[in-house]
């Protein structure tokens, strides 16, 4: 089970960009003296496009003829997410039999505990060879202290370069070189259900049209059945924040979410006001413990038949292809979000490559093996994600997934997340998560959009 630690303040990111910087200028040293700051330390020079098909390399190491312990952290321990990173590894290890992986997690949803861990690690000048964390402008803190290595050539290759999504690559390279390889696209806009509860409330998830038909079937639900009408969880800001951000897109469209995001709230006060409303009125109808468990504990209910509806990115579902006995379409089902039919709100989390890196080579490795069509098409049909590469073979994903795939090619807008820290910088989602911190328990909607005026 996951942790939801809060996110702690310990590192401001003025401190943290100073620090940063101090780092880079060590790194610039040991650059002088030889040591590997920025990618291979051996001399060798690798080519990402040596095998083809982007997942074969050459057999070479860190210098000293092993392929030396490649320490990865990330936060993938919940359900099915878990199983999803082991399904990686194990076809990394097949491919470079000569790395040892050192799985090393840092749990807690939506990375509410990695951040600092890493920050912390690279302050110390001691940082892991590779970590988990989105794409886009959550990069920014990392690539304004220069801690974080020019894969361009030696990770990105043509072959990758061919085969991957146009927005997923301009999210690699956020500050011009690229520093991230992508790995997965989630949907966050997603309704989850259990069949048989809406079965026996009388609901059709059909007919959910709106945020607001989801609140009067809510109702119904509690009124008719002893289930919890919606599974969540307020012990860490950001599922709230999530449901937030699909709230607001149901009630105003995709225009007015990305007009907040650009930082004009006050010019939208009626739509975020509007979305926090119906968030403070979901929260009449979450479970009890909504404050003391993990999302994947809370999506328990869901499972076990005790909660009607689940809103979260589609990591769940890989929380139910992991359980027992729940299967696709007789025992859960999902819409869209009510309100966002059209929309793909994508997350992706990608791995990169931290300067003073303890293993360049088997770094360089484990890179390239997520940007492969093999890593690809093992990790993503666990981890209830699409890939980012549009030449992986359907065949592995199973009729959910390759619904959603359908639905993001169809798709008439793909926003960012704020939750999920793509589509803002880490100070405003910082400011953002303080503000529901709030928001969770007291629901006080004036308040909380006076915060949110000043968060972004
Ligand atoms: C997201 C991440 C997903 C999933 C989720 C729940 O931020 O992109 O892969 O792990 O958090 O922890």
């Known amino acids: 089970m996951t ?13 943290y960009v100073k620090a940063g910087g101090a780092g880079a200028a060590t790194l610039a040293i040991a650059g002088c003296l030889g040591g590997g700051g920025d990618g291979d330390d051996d001399g060798e020079t690798t080519s990402p496009d040596d095998g083809g098909d982007g997942t074969t390399q050459s057999g070479d190491d860190n210098g000293g003829g ?20 082991q399904a990686l590894v194990e076809g990394f290890e097949e491919e ?44 920014n803190t990392y690539t304004e202290s220069e801690v974080l290595v020019d894969i361009g050539d030696s990770v990105w290759g043509e072959e990758m370069r061919d085969a991957y999504l146009e927005g997923v690559k301009q999210m690699s390279q956020p ?9 997965n696209i989630h949907r966050l806009n997603n309704l989850f259900y259990n069949v048989s509860v809406l079965e ?4 059709d998830p059909g007919s959910l049209d709106s945020p607001s038909a989801l609140l009067d079937a809510m109702e ?114 999902h819409v869209p979000f009510p309100g966002t039919g059209g929309v793909y709100h994508v997350v992706t989390d990608s791995f990169v490559m931290p300067t ?32 980012p590469r549009t030449d992986v073979p359907d065949d592995e994903f199973g009729p959910f997934l390759t619904a959603q795939r359908e639905d993001f090619e169809n798709s008439d807008a793909q926003p960012p997340s704020i939750a999920h820290g793509t589509g803002v910088t880490p100070e405003v989602k910082s400011n953002v998560e303080g503000a529901f911190s709030s928001f969770n328990g007291s629901w006080n909607v004036d308040s909380t959009y006076n915060e949110l005026t000043n968060a972004f």
């Open 96 to 139: 470079y039999p000569d790395v040892t992986v050192n799985n090393n997690p840092a749990p807690g949803g939506a990375g509410s505990a990695l951040d600092t861990e890493i920050q912390s690690r690279i302050l110390n000048e001691d940082p892991p060879s590779t970590f988990q964390i989105w794409p886009g402008k959550a990069l």
């Open 66 to 85: 092993s392929g030396g312990e490649l320490e990865i952290v990330h936060w993938w321990t919940a359900g099915g997410e878990e199983d999803a990173l």
């Open 220 to 333: 119904t639900i509690a009124s008719e059945t002893d289930a919890t009408p919606m599974a969540h969880q307020t012990q860490a800001p950001w599922s709230s924040v999530q449901l937030w951000e699909s709230v607001l897109i149901g009630v105003a469209g995709v225009d007015v979410y990305q007009d907040v995001l650009d930082g004009n709230v006050a010019a939208n006060e009626d739509a975020v006001k509007e979305a926090l409303q119906l968030v403070a009125d979901y929260s009449e109808y979450f479970n009890e413990d909504a404050g003391s468990v993990a999302w994947d504990e809370a999506n328990s209910g869901v499972i076990q038949g005790d909660a009607a509806f689940l809103h979260q990115g589609d990591w769940a579902a890989g929380q139910y292809k992991a359980a027992e006995d729940f299967e696709f379409g007789t025992d859960w089902e």
């Open 175 to 183: 500050a011009g070189d690229y520093v991230a390889v992508p790995l």
């Open 3 to 15: 942790n939801d630690n809060t996110e702690s303040d310990s590192l401001t990111r003025r401190q």
């Open 356 to 387: 003073s890196n303890p293993s360049p080579d088997a770094t360089e490795k484990w890179l390239r093996y997520c940007g492969s069509v093999d890593g690809q098409e093992r990790f993503n049909p666990i981890k209830g994600s699409i890939p």
């Open 200 to 203: 026996d409330a009388g609901v």
